[in-house]
């Protein structure tokens, strides 16, 4: 398995099994959460130029918020890119009319599975199961609550945390305690960090907004964008 890293966010490419997937690609400037006054955030860094990457074979977009399903972003593929995705995510992209094929995580070309505590409110820490045919790896982007886990090779998960008041949807990125316990409950070799770029916010969400970066992540793994690892 090879995984790139795209942006400093949680944008990816991972290859396996001979085929390429892109996770959660946004590259625009910004990304609004319903109206700039509420949340907007913005890239420091320059971002990948869709038409420059190189082409996927599928799009896997694994929460419905627009820093995982940018609307802006996905309409700059060619619409005969599978997108896969759970079926709440397919239905919002399906209203844009752009993609030809819409694939629900179980007819999806390879083993991906959905981890949830199934909680209704709490749609943000869910993670994937995604099984090639020599490595498995989780992916948790905002971490998780889940305390029973799969062995796996691999957790890509963030070590930020990023905390709102709890009727903004409280903690949001659970940070590193939580990754490195992800990564020990799965009996992960390799711990990846992901969503953990240090954008700039403005609006409501900006200014309640408490977060953490982590200075010292030992046993943490933080690609360079545009860096790839092979395992």
């Not at 609004?32 to 599928?58: G, M, Y």
């Not at 890509?156 to 945390?161: F, H, K, P, Q, V």
Request: with cysteine; net charge neutral; aromatic share 10%.
């Amino acid at each position: 398995m090879k995984i790139q890293k795209l942006n400093e966010d949680s944008s990816w490419m991972w290859e396996f099994d001979g085929l390429k997937i892109m996770v959660d690609p946004w590259f625009t400037p910004s990304q609004i959460d319903l109206h700039p006054l509420f949340s907007e955030q913005f890239h420091l860094q320059k971002q990948p130029d869709p038409a420059l990457l190189d082409r996927p074979d599928f799009i896997f977009i694994s929460h419905p918020f627009s820093d995982h399903c940018n609307k802006e972003t996905l309409l700059q593929f060619d619409p005969k890119i599978p997108i896969i995705a759970k079926k709440s995510i397919l239905n919002k992209i399906r209203k844009w009319q752009h993609f030809k094929e819409l694939i629900a995580l179980h007819h999806a070309p390879f083993k991906i599975s959905l981890i949830s505590n199934r909680s209704i409110f709490d749609p943000v820490h869910e993670a994937y199961l995604i099984e090639s045919n020599n490595v498995k790896l989780l992916y948790a982007p905002h971490g998780s609550k889940v305390r029973v886990f799969p062995k796996v090779d691999i957790v890509i998960t963030t070590t930020t945390t990023y905390r709102l008041p709890f009727w903004l949807g409280g903690t949001i990125n659970l940070g590193l305690q939580n990754a490195l316990s992800l990564k020990e409950c799965c009996g992960a070799r390799h711990l990846i960090g992901s969503h953990d770029e240090q954008k700039r916010g403005t609006g409501l969400v900006e200014r309640l907004a408490k977060k953490n970066y982590p200075e010292d992540s030992e046993g943490c793994i933080h690609l360079e964008v545009g860096k790839m690892i092979s395992f």
